[in-house]
């Protein structure tokens, strides 16, 4: 019976996850390694790179210092707010992507509620970088704080009012007896909060409006790359963030053994 | 606390930073999401009731919602089954290549979603490895509903087994023994002492899955063909309405799927409510 079960495990896995991974390196590599490197070095998936990483690069410390931020606030005090304060921060679990583009372009659009001030200074919100980070950074915020919270609560504050009454102003107490506490947590929703920054697709194609050589980022380059039937071009993308997302569970692997309390 | 009594510390807590933190996280969350929430409320309190109905009523609408719903529910409902599976599997047996196994349940909460769209795409096609096999047998996935429900089962997989898992784990064998002392068969056991003891993290993992699947946009588009009416989701037809500049369009349907989303998550919280009050520990 056991043997069942597992056998019905293991095929639900590798139909489902399995094969789709293989499939990405298969195909990339399938016109041999010559064409794939032709196609990672080609100057649109070049650009593509850089400025996913640019948009990375930006959102994620942005969120690092919220989850931080929010983390404390939420485990160390009480106050009124404090629950729906809690929910808002799962709220774009709740949102599709497309939407979360959505509202940026309500926002910052020619008709947007706020087009009008962008227009009169010049700015360029969607259609261009700011935009993009913007909206990366919406989808992604949760992903630091819900990291760091449970583990800023589950282990307490002893060590930080110990600290208090032995004189610690805050900076101090929270550099050299918090963060130690939380670090694994903290890489973790960081690692996580990059993985999903870096392959965002839904909420960025709606922002971007796909300039060619401005605002592709790797996952629009793959969906680029795909619709013009550059099959190789699209998997040889898609294996870069392949290998970022298996880097990721790995490092998230690492984290738990270091640390039981951490996700 | 009485409300007699005065508190004898009027801040909201002992170590310092509160202000700092609750300043930074108020405008961080006002400048990230209540801004552009407004911005969607105020554009979708502009249309008219007429304007909204007619949008989200025409037949590319409905159809859209249907599938969208639909496919979500039905992913969500493979995973529940098979994924609990997955998690009883992971929870009680020990058997080779568990580590690996383990690992790569992980893999579509971490792996970018067009990445996944292309690579199940690459599979499912009737060009695909098990595409090819199911098109022998008459079975079309890649650009028909079926391979937006396959996607859409691959995306939620994480949300059951991750959910489900640890509360298999933690069963305690004790009652499973008492059972079976009792006389239960093993399928009697299953049923009335390991079912529901699970069923609340079964029905959280099936809500995560089916909210998770119901946004999912990049997963879709590629293997679903994006046919207007046949395949085409509601993420989709949003970006569709918006290439057409109908803003007013996006956004009606973008705010009737909001409160849908939100509608169905208030139902599932209050059946979990019930549940856990119900049933509670054996």
């Known amino acids: 019976m056991r043997w069942l079960l597992v056998g019905v495990a293991f095929t639900f896995v590798a139909l489902l996850v399995v094969a789709p991974l293989a499939a990405v390196f298969a195909q990339a590599f399938g016109h041999g390694l010559a064409a794939y490197w032709r196609a990672v070095q080609s100057a649109d998936t070049l650009g593509a790179i850089e400025l996913t990483l640019l948009i990375a690069v930006i959102a994620v410390p942005l969120n690092l210092a919220f989850g931080l931020a929010a983390s404390w606030l939420i485990a160390k005090y009480d106050f009124p707010g404090r629950s729906v304060l809690l929910s808002l921060i799962d709220l774009p679990f709740s949102v599709s992507p497309v939407i979360a583009g959505l509202l940026f372009v309500l926002l910052f659009g020619s008709q947007g509620l706020l087009g009008g001030f962008v227009a009169r200074h010049g700015l360029h919100v969607i259609f261009a970088l700011p935009g993009m980070v913007l909206a990366t950074t919406f989808v992604t915020f949760p992903l630091v704080a819900r990291e760091v919270l449970p583990l800023m609560q589950s282990l307490g504050s002893e060590e930080e009012e110990a600290a208090l009454t032995l004189g610690a102003s805050g900076p101090r107490l929270f550099f050299r007896v918090t963060l130690p506490k939380i670090r694994w947590g903290l890489v973790n929703g960081v690692i996580l909060c990059n993985a999903r920054a870096m392959g965002e697709f839904g909420a960025v194609t709606v922002v971007s409006g796909l300039i060619r050589g401005k605002t592709i980022t790797m996952p629009l380059q793959i969906e680029i790359l795909y619709n013009d039937y550059d099959f190789v071009g699209a998997f040889a993308v898609a294996t870069l963030l392949t290998l970022l997302a298996l880097v990721t569970l790995a490092v998230k692997r690492i984290v738990e053994g270091r640390q039981p309390g951490a996700s | ?282």
Do not use: C
């Open chain 2, 1 to 282: 606390m009485t409300s007699g009594e005065a508190r004898l510390a009027p801040r909201a807590g002992v170590l310092p930073g509160f202000g700092l933190a609750l300043g930074f996280t108020v405008l961080y969350l006002s400048l990230i999401v209540l801004l552009p929430l407004a911005a969607l409320l105020i554009k979708a309190s502009s249309l008219s009731w007429r304007e909204m109905l007619a949008t989200v009523s025409g037949p590319r609408a409905l159809a859209a919602f249907r599938l969208s719903f639909g496919a979500s529910a039905m992913g969500a409902t493979i995973n529940a089954a098979l994924g609990s599976v997955v998690a009883w599997v992971l929870a009680r047996y020990r058997f080779p290549g568990k580590r690996a196994f383990d690992a790569l349940i992980d893999l579509p909460f971490a792996l970018p979603t067009a990445v996944a769209g292309i690579a199940l795409t690459a599979v499912y096609a009737p060009t695909g490895w098990a595409g090819s096999h199911l098109a022998r047998l008459g079975v079309q996935v890649a650009f028909t509903p079926i391979g937006v429900v396959v996607a859409l089962t691959f995306v939620g997989l994480p949300f059951v087994v991750r959910t489900v898992e640890p509360v298999l784990a933690k069963l305690d064998p004790q009652l499973e023994e008492a059972a079976a002392v009792l006389g239960a068969g093993r399928l009697h056991t299953l049923r009335r002492v390991v079912f529901p003891a699970v069923l609340p993290a079964l029905s959280t993992g099936f809500a995560l899955a089916f909210a998770r699947a119901l946004g999912e946009y990049g997963s879709i588009v590629f293997i679903s063909g994006n046919l207007p009416l046949r395949t085409e989701i509601i993420p989709v037809l949003i970006v569709d309405r918006l290439e057409q500049y109908d803003y007013a369009g996006a956004t009606a349907i973008a705010a009737v799927m909001l409160v849908a989303s939100f509608g169905v998550l208030v139902v599932v919280n209050v059946l979990q409510g019930r549940m856990s009050r119900r049933g509670g520990a054996v």
